[in-house]
């Protein structure tokens, strides 16, 4: 499936429009994910919350394998880790994921958190492939 056709799918699904999200892809197994900061992130603490971070960092994943799939290939996350590495705070985020590995039904998917021009986080998922059921 082409990036293309890929982000076009999921700039245009209601959970990541909810977030802010947008999607792009420059080339086949990698991706990158925009999120916008807004006020309703933002944890007590007063940065963006964690769950937010890791919402971007796994659709980051699943867009870049999603744009090595066939037709009928569809992902679902196994498996994430995620390891901060400063506050996000109040800053708009970027994901940028690469897959590692990728095999006929589990893939290896790197992923960085960018807030400014700041590493927060890094993240490693592990997704599973399967096709899609009729």
Known sequence: MSGEAVCAGFNAAPF?????????????????????FRAELVQQYGGVHGGALLSIADSAINV????TFEA???TATIDIAMS???PAGQRDLEARASIVRRG?????VECTL??????VARVHGTCYISRRKP
């Open 72 to 74: 009928d290939e569809v």
């Open 84 to 86: 901060f590495l400063a």
């Open 16 to 36: 990541y429009r909810l977030l802010g999200m947008t999607a792009s892809s420059e080339r086949p197994g990698e991706a990158r994910v925009v999120l916008p």
């Open 64 to 67: 870049a394998l999603a744009t």
């Open 104 to 108: 006929r039904r589990i893939a290896f």
């Open 114 to 119: 960018i807030a400014g021009d700041e590493p």
